[in-house]
Structure formats: C-alpha cells, structure tokens
C-alpha cells in the first residue's frame, strides 16, 4: 500500500473512544452504589500500585455532561461506556433507581450530542456482595447478570440500540481468578476456568433474552484477542506453543460462542496439567449451556494491544515481564502454559512492556473474520487499542499541551493497520481508542495513562494531547493523510 496516497474510511465506518465505569466514575459510594469487587481488592494491601482506588477516579458521575461536550468537540461519533452493576443493584439484586437514572441522563446527554451510544453491561465490576456469594465461580451469578441486563433494558431500551454483554472475559476470569493480579485476587485454575464458563453462559443467556424481548438490538461481546506466533516457526514445541496461547486466549472464547463447543485439543491440555480443575468444569457445563452460549450475535467487538512471541525453549535474551506492578505475587494466567517461554523480537515497547505491533491487528481481524464472523454473520469492530506513553504536560504559547509523538503514530499505525484489513476484503466498521481519557488503569492505578485526553487528577481538568487533536483531524477528514500533520 502506497505511503503517500490518502486513505479513506468507508463511509460507515465509526469513529470512537471507549471508557469503563469503574475506571472514570468515581462517586463510588454516592445515591446508593455499593462496593464492587474492584472497591474491595483495591483496599487489599500491595494490590494495586500506591494503593490508588477508584473513589474518585475522574469524577465522570459528576462531570459527564462536560465530557460528553469535550466528545462533541473532538467529533466522535460514537462512545463506548460501561454501566455499574453495583450502581444499579447495589447488592447484586434489588434495583438502585438513582443508579439507573445515572445513565439515562449520560444516554440522553450522548444522543443531544449525536453522539452514538455503545454500551458494555459488564466491565469487571462485579457487585462484591455477589463475590461474597462465589462470584462468578458459581452459577448463581450468571443469572443474576442477565436480570440486571434486563433492568438496563428496561431503562434504556428506547434509547440505546448497540448493546454489549461483557468486555474480555479472559481478563474477568483467568487474571482475576488464576493469577490473582485483578479483582478478586484469586490463585486458582480451577475458579479460572469456571469463571469463565460463567461469564459466558451469563453471556448467550442475556444475549438470548434481550433478542426475545427486541429483534431490533444489535447484540454482541467484546473479547480481548491476539496474534499468537512460534519464535521459530519450523520448531514443533515452538508450534505448539502458539498452539497452546491461541487456544486459551482466543478460541476458548471464540469457539463456544461462534461455534456452540469448546476447543477440544485446550480441553485435554486443561485436563493434562489438571485433572481435578477439568472434571469441576466439566460438572459445571449442564446441558444447553453451550446452546445458550452459542446464541446468534450481530457484533464482535475486538480489543487488540498486541501480539505474543512464543516459544518451547529458554530464551537467550528474556523479554520484559510486563504485568503486576505490585506487591502481590502474580501467577500465570494460563493454566496449561508449562513450558512455554515469551520471546523478544526487538519490536518497540510502550511503558507497559507491550510491543507495538500494528500488522498483528491486520492478522488478527483477517483470521476473526474469514473463520468466525463471515461465517456467522457477524459484523467486526475494534472495540479497544491504544498504549500508554509518559506523557507530560507543557505550557506552549500559554495553551496547556501534551506532545504525545508517540500515541500519534500508534494511532495513525493501527487505523493504517485497519485499512489494510478491509483492502483484504475485511469488513470491519468501527474503531474505539482506548481510551477517552486517562483513568485508573486496574492494577497500575493512575500511574499509566492511556488517554487521548489528559486528566490532572487533582483538578480534574482535561487536556486534548496531540493524540487527541490527530485523531479529530482523522474523523473530519474520514482519511489517515500520507504524513503525520505537524502538531498546530
Ligand atoms: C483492556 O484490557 C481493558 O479492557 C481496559 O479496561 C484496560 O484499561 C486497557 O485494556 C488497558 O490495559 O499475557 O498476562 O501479560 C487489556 C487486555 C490482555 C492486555 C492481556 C495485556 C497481556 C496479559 N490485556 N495482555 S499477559
């Protein structure tokens, strides 16, 4: 593709930014909220860096008719946000009223602006009167979620048509249950795997009662994917090791919901390191869960930071570790990773020890479409990308300013990375950077920040970076130009 043509984006394609609740409200215990698991574990000790929580976070229950002018100004078109489970049922069950009307005054605000509404039901923040319960390792929670999506439905059904159930459900089981460095902070493979089978079932469930109750939804899920490639593509062990990541990260998720059965050659790896955590999960998947789970979908959401280089021998030069900041032990997120090395292949890094890996979108979204959504019918959108750099904040001819080179190019890299997909007949019609603005970033607390807006956390002021200003240009024109536009 030639570097010095434009190049536009169909006319469908939506420009976006998406956020979290729990990450940007703040007003965590105001008009009824109740803890969530998050509230609890980032008041655990060495949890997450500086022992920052989500309190106030960027105060959003209070400033959202701010940001959602400062969203007009830049020009999105659309906004993905997450609702609080325990805003709206504090306790898991009965319903907040003050919680609900929250978004529906965000939901109207958004519309005014022309703005389109994305909304994700579940962004990791479970109700913690639920986890007291077993949360997502027990059964119970599944239903307990579609009742809550069904109280969103009722409040906002008239309103929002782009629903999403859940945001990475890896990440809301495997790092969260397994390797103990999200909320809640578990160390087991066992509730890693169940939590998963939960999520899901809570997944096509909901899914299936929001199409009863209105065909006209656009319905889907938002699952962190990636490119997993063998450090040495004519190794078997190294093979096998892609083999191995892939089918943990992506085709556990993909396979039930596209494909109504999980990945068989993942299942006997599961039962290999551990058989015991195996027979619990499959007790756990009663007849027709997998029915449910397999409920047609219109979207997938595709959330892509990077790639993984893996391999099945030692490496000569180890990469970073790029993950748990803090003083908790961290554990593998992958039951049957044993024996699997990460490799460095000289990419660059953000701060978070991720590569930067444009191409890896392109394979990504080729590989999700010809063998999962085409098939099915289902449209893709890049729900989530973005990095985070160590921005800083300068005064240039008086105007508070943040010269972020960096996100610039990452952004420009992965739209470019996007029209590459749809040259190869991809259809992909959207893009969300991750994120709006920066926020509390889970374990990382406030100390990274991925936003296209800068939020000084003790005034609360925003500060459109240079990202932020790339980004407006790219929506108005509707195009990447051949060079990155010197920064105004
Ligand atoms: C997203 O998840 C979240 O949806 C969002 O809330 C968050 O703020 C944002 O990204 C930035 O972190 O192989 O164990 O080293 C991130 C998805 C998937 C990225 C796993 C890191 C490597 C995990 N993550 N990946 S590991």
Same mark, same amino acid.
């Given at each position: 593709?030639? *570097?010095?043509?434009?190049?536009?984006?169909?006319?469908?394609?939506?420009?976006? &930014?998406?956020?979290?609740?729990?990450?940007? *409200?703040?007003?965590?215990?105001? @008009?009824?909220?109740?803890?969530?698991?998050? @509230?609890? !574990?980032?008041?655990?000790?060495?949890?997450?860096?500086?022992?920052?929580?989500?309190?106030?976070?960027?105060?959003?229950?209070?400033?959202?008719?701010?940001?959602?002018?400062?969203?007009?100004?830049?020009?999105?078109?659309?906004?993905?946000?997450?609702?609080?489970?325990?805003?709206?049922?504090?306790?898991?069950?009965?319903?907040?009223?003050?919680?609900?009307?929250?978004?529906?005054?965000?939901?109207?605000?958004?519309?005014? #602006?022309?703005?389109?509404?994305?909304?994700?039901?579940?962004?990791?923040?479970?109700?913690?009167?639920?986890?007291?319960?077993?949360?997502?390792?027990?059964?119970?929670?599944? @239903? =307990?979620?579609?009742?809550?999506?069904?109280?969103?439905?009722?409040?906002?059904?008239?309103?929002?048509?782009?629903?999403?159930?859940?945001?990475?459900?890896?990440?809301?089981?495997?790092?969260? $249950? &397994?390797?103990?460095?999200?909320?809640?902070?578990?160390?087991?493979?066992?509730?890693?795997?169940?939590?998963?089978?939960?999520?899901? /079932?809570?997944?096509?469930?909901?899914?299936?009662?929001?199409?009863? =109750?209105?065909?006209? /939804?656009?319905?889907?899920?938002?699952?962190?994917?990636?490119?997993?490639?063998?450090?040495?593509?004519?190794?078997?062990?190294?093979? @096998? &090791?892609?083999?191995?990541?892939?089918?943990?990260?992506?085709?556990? !998720?993909?396979?039930?919901?596209?494909?109504?059965?999980?990945?068989?050659?993942?299942?006997?790896?599961?039962?290999?390191?551990?058989?015991?955590?195996?027979?619990?999960?499959?007790?756990?998947?009663?007849?027709?869960?997998? +029915?449910?789970?397999?409920?047609?979908?219109?979207?997938?959401?595709?959330?892509? $930071?990077?790639?993984?280089?893996?391999?099945?021998?030692?490496?000569?030069?180890?990469?970073?570790?790029? %993950?748990?900041?803090?003083?908790?032990?961290?554990?593998?997120?992958?039951? &049957?990773?044993?024996?699997?090395?990460?490799?460095?292949?000289?990419?660059?890094?953000?701060?978070?020890?991720?590569?930067?890996?444009? +191409?890896?979108?392109?394979?990504?979204?080729?590989?999700?479409?010809? +063998?999962?959504?085409?098939?099915?019918?289902?449209?893709? $959108?890049?729900? %989530?990308?973005?990095?985070?750099?160590?921005?800083?904040?300068?005064?240039?001819?008086?105007?508070?300013?943040?010269?972020?080179?960096?996100?610039?190019?990452?952004?420009?890299?992965?739209?470019? #990375?996007?029209?590459? #997909?749809?040259?190869?007949?991809?259809?992909?019609?959207?893009?969300?950077?991750?994120?709006?603005?920066?926020? !509390? %970033?889970?374990?990382?607390?406030?100390?990274?920040?991925?936003?296209?807006?800068?939020?000084?956390?003790?005034?609360?002021?925003?500060?459109?970076?240079?990202?932020?200003?790339?980004?407006?240009?790219?929506?108005?024109?509707?195009?990447?130009?051949?060079?990155?536009?010197?920064?105004?």
């Amino acid at each position: 593709m030639s *570097e010095n043509s434009e190049r536009a984006f169909p006319a469908n394609f939506l420009f976006g &930014a998406a956020t979290a609740a729990f990450q940007i *409200e703040g007003a965590a215990f105001e @008009d009824g909220r109740r803890a969530s698991i998050w @509230d609890a !574990f980032s008041r655990e000790p060495g949890a997450v860096i500086h022992a920052d929580n989500g309190d106030v976070a960027c105060d959003h229950y209070h400033l959202y008719r701010d940001d959602v002018a400062l969203m007009k100004r830049m020009g999105l078109q659309t906004y993905r946000f997450s609702t609080s489970w325990s805003r709206v049922r504090p306790d898991g069950g009965d319903l907040n009223p003050k919680g609900v009307d929250f978004y529906s005054r965000l939901v109207d605000e958004l519309l005014e #602006a022309d703005i389109l509404p994305w909304l994700t039901l579940y962004h990791w923040d479970l109700p913690q009167a639920l986890q007291e319960r077993g949360g997502w390792t027990v059964r119970e929670t599944a @239903d =307990r979620f579609t009742e809550y999506a069904l109280d969103m439905h009722d409040a906002l059904g008239d309103r929002v048509n782009v629903w999403t159930t859940l945001n990475e459900p890896w990440c809301s089981s495997f790092l969260s $249950y &397994a390797a103990g460095i999200h909320a809640p902070g578990h160390y087991s493979d066992a509730e890693g795997m169940l939590a998963a089978h939960h999520l899901l /079932l809570g997944h096509g469930q909901t899914v299936r009662e929001l199409r009863a =109750r209105d065909s006209s /939804l656009n319905l889907g899920i938002t699952l962190n994917l990636t490119v997993a490639d063998p450090a040495d593509a004519n190794d078997p062990a190294d093979i @096998d &090791a892609a083999r191995r990541i892939d089918g943990q990260f992506n085709r556990w !998720f993909l396979d039930p919901i596209f494909r109504g059965a999980y990945p068989s050659d993942i299942m006997a790896d599961f039962r290999r390191v551990d058989a015991a955590a195996a027979d619990a999960l499959q007790a756990a998947i009663l007849p027709g869960d997998l +029915e449910a789970i397999s409920t047609a979908i219109d979207t997938l959401g595709v959330n892509y $930071y990077h790639g993984e280089l893996v391999s099945g021998h030692a490496p000569v030069v180890p990469p970073p570790v790029g %993950e748990a900041p803090t003083d908790r032990p961290g554990r593998s997120p992958f039951p &049957a990773s044993d024996g699997i090395f990460w490799h460095e292949r000289g990419l660059p890094r953000t701060p978070m020890n991720w590569e930067v890996q444009p +191409e890896g979108l392109t394979r990504l979204l080729t590989r999700v479409w010809r +063998e999962y959504a085409q098939p099915a019918d289902v449209t893709l $959108y890049v729900t %989530e990308n973005g990095a985070a750099y160590d921005d800083e904040l300068v005064v240039d001819a008086g105007e508070p300013r943040v010269h972020d080179a960096e996100r610039v190019e990452f952004v420009r890299d992965h739209l470019a #990375a996007i029209l590459d #997909a749809q040259d190869a007949g991809v259809d992909v019609r959207g893009y969300f950077y991750w994120s709006l603005l920066d926020n !509390f %970033e889970w374990a990382w607390g406030y100390e990274k920040r991925f936003g296209i807006v800068r939020v000084d956390y003790d005034t609360q002021v925003r500060t459109v970076k240079d990202s932020g200003r790339e980004y407006s240009r790219i929506i108005a024109a509707r195009a990447l130009a051949p060079h990155a536009v010197p920064a105004s």
